[in-house]
Every structure is written in C-alpha cells, then in structure tokens.
C-alpha cells in the first residue's frame, strides 16, 4: 500500500499512520487488561519460591530456609501454626503393606482418616484412599462402586481399598519430564510440590488411580490442619500441582504406623518393613495367599491383597 | 553464507545491517493491508483477548475451571495439541512432493506448507503450556537449567523434536526469504540439507506424540502398536486439506492464478491417506470389539456408551459420518472440476480428523478410569475460550508469515521467477 499517495496531516503523518498507532495502543491496553488476573497470581509466588531448586539438590541450609518459609506461608495463608520437618529414609527399612479382604468391611475410616491426617482439601472430600464395593464371585472392578451410600458390610459384596501401590517400578516416576517425582530408598514414591509443573503425566500413567492433582487451592479451616507436617508428605499442597499416597512417610519413617492403619475398626491392615524377616507384613507374605492388583502390568507393587479364608 | 552466488546488488550491506531491515520490512508488511485484511486481524484479535483472559483465570484461580477431574486429566487443551502436532507435520506433504520428487510447481509454494508447519508447532506448545498446572515453573523443563528425565520419559522427547522442528522451520523459512529479500539466490548447502532433515523430523513429531500415549500399559485403549501410524495416516490428511484451503484463499486475496497442479497432488495424497486412516480404524475396531472383555470397554464407551453415559457417542459417529463423506468426495472422478465438492471434502476431513484425534484418542483414554469408573466429561466454557484464543493466535500468525512471505517475493530484485506463485497453470480439470 502506497502511503505517500494518502493527505498527511500537519505533523507530516498520515491518518493511516496515526489510526494503526492508536489501533496498535488499544491493543495492547486491552492484552493488559485481559492478562491482569496474572500480576494477581504473581503477587502469591514470592521470587525465592520461584527460584527453588529441586529437593535433592538443596543443602540442608537451603532446606531449612525453605521449611521456615513453608511454615510462616501457611500461617499466612491459613492462619495456622504448624511444623513442617524433612524426614529421610532409614537405612535397612523398605515398607510394605498388605490387605486382609477377608475382613474389610467398607466402613472407609481409612479414607477418612487419610483425609484429615494429610491435609487434603475439605470440599472436595480428598483422599488418597478409595473404596470400592466389589460383588462376590468377581475381582473384576468393571463391577465395582465407589460411591456406595448404605450401611456396611452388605452380605452379597466384599471391600477393596485401593491406594498407591508404591510400585517397584513406577511408571509415574518414568514419565515425569522433570523428576519431580522419584522412588525414596525406603520405597515410597514421593513428589517434590514445589518442582512439579502439573503436567498430570503421571496421572494419567498410573494404573491405580493413585495421583491426585490440585484442581484448586486446598481450603481447609485453620482448626483442623494436622499440625505435624512433612516437606514430602503431609503439608498443604500448592494449586496445581501432584499429590499423592506416601505411606505416612512423616509417622512411619518415626516408628509410627500410617493413619489408615490405626483408623481401621477390622484389622485388616497390615504395615511393616519387607527387609525384616521378622515383621508382620513379611508373616503375611509367607503364610497367606497374597496377590497383587494388576499384576500382568509388571510392576511390582508393594501393597498386597491376601485372604483369610 | 556463502557469498560467491549471484548477487544482483550493486553494494552489498553486511548482515547486521541488512538482516534489521528484513525484519523492518516484515513489520511493515504485517500492518499494511486492505480492509478484509483488518477486519479479518481484529476479529482473530479479539478472540486471542478473549483466550488469553480466560488462561490468565485458570492460571489464577486453578484448573477446576475446567471440566477435567482426576478421572479424566487431560482433555479439550491435549487434543488439540495432538491434532496441531499432525498439522504441522502434514506440512510435510508439500515439502516430500516438492524436493523428494522434483515438482518445480510444488517447489515454488512450498513456504505455504512450512510455515503452517510454525504456526502449528506454536500453537501446540502453547495448548501444553495453557495445560500446566503451574506454568511459572516452565523452566523446570530448559535442559540444564531444570531436570530434564531425558531418555526416560517420551514428554522430554516431545520438548525436544516439537522445539526441533520448529527451529527447522523457522530456519529454512527465515532463510529462503532473507535471500530472496537480498535479491540473493539461496545456496542449496544452507537449507537443502535442513528440508530433507525437516522431511525425517516430520514423521518424528507425530511419532514420539504417538508415543506419549502408546506406552502407558495403564491405558489399554492408547496402548496399542497402532497408535503412531494411524497418527501419520490421519495427518497426512488434516495437513493437505489445510493447505488446499489455504491455496484458495491466497489465490483470491492476492488475485492471482496459481497452484492447481500442487493442489490436485495434494488431493491425490489425501485420497490415499484418508484410506489408510479408515483401514486402520476398522482394524482397530475390528479387534476391539471382536476381541471384546475388560479391554475393550473404552472402545465400547466411545461408540456406543455405557449404562447410559454416552457423551462422546455424538461426537465419534460425526467423525466417523465426516471422514467417510469427505473420502467418498475425494475418490469422485469430479472432484478437480467441482471446487465446491473439493473444499467441502477438505473441511470434512479436518474437522472429522480434529475430533478423531481428540474427543475421540484423548478422553476415552480415561473412560473408564483405570479402576473402571466412568467418568463423563464435556469442556467448560473457559476451556472453549482458551482453545478459540490460541487458534485465533495462531491464525494471526498464519496470516501475516504468509503476507510477509508474499510482500518478499513480490518486491525481491531477483523478480519472480518462473512459475513462481503467478504460474496460471492449466485448469483443474484438464
């Protein structure tokens, strides 16, 4: 287009010119108009957060500096005093958990207890537990529900809590394009909060239902955050990122046993260290007939299923 | 580059100075037009405002803006990025006829595929990204700076062959119109070997894609060898349907007759390709249903429903109803004398292809979940927003690399060249 054919106006600039100037202002106003919502989220992500390096590449000074900061952001946010520790793995221990279905009676205290012990988010009813009431006479869980709504036990179903299986193979750890997520020493597969991108890779490789993904900020009323927290387990999750079952890391990695474990009326849950012969969990393996969900999937969890009769 | 091709200017500027003026050049292009041309910007505009209001939101706010769950946790934002990641390697299609076999026609307007094939990389990396639960932490990704799980997980091959071919692109792009804008005849050693790469690196988008989803044994409905062929298949039918399109509409606004012998090799590709898709998709079915059990579930999800849930049926029946017309179109002897008959086979195509690939790959992946729930999901409005923003985007992009490439041709000192863009070659239906 031949602009020099067009009137200029008396600073030499033609209407054409002056019209895509103020095209090209409105236009941008407008794009900072609409990507305001941002320079809001932004105000909420403190530079040093930003910044943080992946969990195993901090020193523990960084790491200390980083809980304090965890701690004093949740007092902030939720106005709750709280611990937040860094606990490791202990040498010799490798855990594992096995079910008794024989006398699971669906009563979901386990779930229950999972969602106050890990801080899940309160409307959504999270819980890293589910489970699913299941027809006698099939382990197909095509037949399965998990929204069940009456009382427990019915005589014709049976019961199967389904959670991590903590997988000696991961494929959730395999897929992460940025290892937010990894397999500890004492086998539980942990996720770093504050590496995670929230992809939902990972949720959408693993063949358990295991991962749960922050849709939103957790909303949970300062009287009931359980105050013991973890850096890799337990603490209030940030939006958009990966959670899911640690096996209670900041209980069992103390000698304690998982919340899911003490909230359950049955005693059908067994917890303990594959690596010590004398262990419960390693009785249940050598007396009963244990499987595994899935086990045509070659990977090797570590949470069994056994029956009593 | 090497500076011993002909070279019709008379003082030769060095590079530092010549290449700002390129690029001075460009801006001016992609400002200057008539009034279709500004309509058609302000409108894809406003969209991309739209788009990119309703992404800040979600970003704010969270992802439960959206209708995806922890059942199905990908949705609307990763099938289109599977479906862009085809387009752009269906660009392709004009490249292998043009350079593989020597069609000096195709060779004229293969820019037309290439630079589809950078607004397609652009606007698939921008649906992952709008996908991020946290996007801030994007350069946990950058290699070196964050930690790259390279070999292991397939989505850092996809960073790297998506980043790859877009380079490519925008190298042989870059630089065939550079020369062109110096009057300069471009030196075969700087982009021949980058074309014959992008060729390879073509089929490795939609590939490692395809693989993205083929290797996860929870899924059984992605995990199936078929996968990343039936991808190719089916993007070597949206890529040329694109580009017949766009030829028309190149044609009209610049008025010039060019084009027919590509356009009736890319319809001879598509009649090809579009079989193959749906040769693959009854072997599919075929064993799905056949085969029948646990496994085939999702199939039976996708096409007829189960216990009532059947939000994707509607869907997959119109893919299936599309794909089937615009191949019956295509194989008709009438196809080259009937404009109408070969635009309407192409719309059908894309738009059968787009949902194929994701209302119809992406959610019956998580339905039933992998613990047999079924879980329904539709979009949300916000998810519709940012889908439309990023197309309008990428339009936007589409719209001035091509009138940027135009103006190039037009005004080069080398003039244009025989055949080039002006070639009124035979009619269609000879």
């Known amino acids: 287009m031949d602009t020099a054919t067009e009137p200029l106006d008396s600073n030499g600039l033609s209407r054409r010119t002056a019209l895509k100037g103020v095209g090209a202002m409105l236009g941008a106003a407008a794009f900072a108009r609409a990507i305001a919502p941002l320079t809001e989220w932004a105000r909420d992500i403190p530079v040093d957060d930003f910044l943080q390096k992946h969990y195993k590449e901090l020193t523990p000074i960084d790491l200390e500096i980083i809980l304090n900061r965890l701690q004093k952001d949740t007092k902030d946010q939720y106005g709750a005093d709280v611990t937040i520790k860094d606990y490791k793995a202990q040498e010799g221990v490798k855990f594992g958990y096995a079910l008794n279905l024989s006398v699971c009676n669906g009563c979901r205290k386990c779930a229950e207890a999972c969602h106050i012990e890990n801080n899940h988010d309160r409307p959504s009813h999270q819980s890293y537990i589910r489970v699913f009431e299941m027809s006698k006479g099939s382990m197909d869980m095509e037949k399965g529900n998990a929204h069940y709504d009456h009382p427990v036990p019915q005589p014709d179903k049976f019961y199967m809590p389904v959670q991590c299986q903590q997988c000696e193979h991961p494929p959730c750890v395999d897929v992460c394009p940025v290892e937010a997520t990894w397999k500890e020493p004492d086998g539980i597969v942990v996720v770093d909060y504050n590496w995670c991108i929230g992809c939902r890779y990972c949720e959408a490789a693993c063949p358990y239902h295991a991962r749960r993904f922050n849709w939103t900020k957790p909303v949970i009323p300062a009287v009931e955050i359980n105050p013991n927290q973890s850096y890799l387990s337990n603490r209030i999750r940030p939006q958009g990122v990966m959670e899911k079952c640690h096996f209670c890391l900041h209980r069992t990695r103390n000698g304690r046993l998982p919340a899911c474990l003490e909230a359950c009326p049955t005693g059908a849950r067994v917890f303990g260290n594959l690596l010590d012969p004398n262990s419960e969990v390693r009785q249940v393996l050598a007396h009963k007939r244990v499987f595994v969900l899935k086990e045509e999937l070659g990977l090797k969890p570590q949470f069994f299923y056994f029956f009593d009769v | ?430």
């Open chain 2, 1 to 430: 580059m090497n500076l011993s091709t002909a070279d019709t200017t008379s003082t030769p500027l060095p590079h530092w100075r010549n290449y700002p003026r390129f690029l001075w050049n460009a801006l001016l292009d992609s400002v200057e037009g008539n009034w279709v041309f500004y309509v058609w910007m302000t409108l894809l505009t406003a969209i991309f405002l739209v788009g990119a209001n309703a992404w800040a939101v979600q970003v704010r706010d969270g992802m439960h803006l959206t209708n995806m769950s922890d059942h199905v946790s990908w949705a609307l934002y990763i099938a289109n990025f599977t479906f862009l990641v085809g387009l752009a390697a269906g660009g392709v299609m004009m490249v292998i006829p043009a350079y593989l076999y020597h069609d000096e026609e195709m060779h004229d307007i293969v820019i037309i595929g290439e630079l589809l094939a950078i607004a397609a990389i652009i606007m698939a990396l921008m649906f992952v990204v709008c996908d991020l639960g946290r996007p801030d932490r994007f350069w946990h990704l950058i290699p070196g700076l964050g930690r790259f799980n390279f070999p292991v997980s397939m989505l850092t091959w996809d960073v790297i062959v998506l980043n790859g071919y877009l380079l490519i692109n925008l190298h042989i792009c870059g630089y065939l119109l550079y020369s062109r804008f110096l009057g300069r005849k471009p030196n075969r050693r700087w982009y021949v070997p980058f074309v014959f790469l992008s060729i390879i690196w073509a089929i490795s988008i939609h590939t490692v894609t395809a693989f993205l989803y083929c290797g996860l044994g929870s899924r059984p409905f992605w995990n199936t060898a078929l996968l990343a062929p039936r991808f190719l298949a089916s993007a070597f039918v949206s890529g040329p349907a694109f580009i017949i399109i766009a030829i028309q509409v190149i044609r009209q606004s610049i008025g010039r007759t060019f084009g027919n012998g590509p356009i009736r090799t890319l319809v001879n590709i598509m009649r090809v390709t579009i079989l193959i898709n749906l040769l693959m998709v009854v072997s599919e079915v075929f064993v799905e249903f056949y085969t029948g059990g646990t496994h085939t579930s999702a199939a039976h999800y996708l096409y007829f429903g189960i216990d009532g849930h059947n939000a994707l049926v509607p869907w997959i029946w119109s893919s299936v109803a599309m794909t089937v017309t615009a191949a019956i179109l295509l194989l008709h002897p009438r196809v080259f004398s009937r404009s109408w008959m070969m635009n309407l086979a192409c719309v059908l195509a894309f738009i059968g292809i787009w949902i194929e690939k994701g209302m119809g790959m992406v959610i019956p992946g998580f339905v039933p979940s992998v613990l047999h729930e079924v879980v329904e999901y539709t979009p949300s409005l916000l998810e519709w927003k940012i889908m439309a923003g990023i197309w309008a985007l990428g339009l936007m992009i589409y719209t001035l690399a091509i009138k940027i490439a135009i103006n190039v041709f037009r005004r080069s000192p080398l003039g244009v060249q025989s055949g080039e863009i002006q070639s009124a070659s035979q009619p269609l239906a000879s």
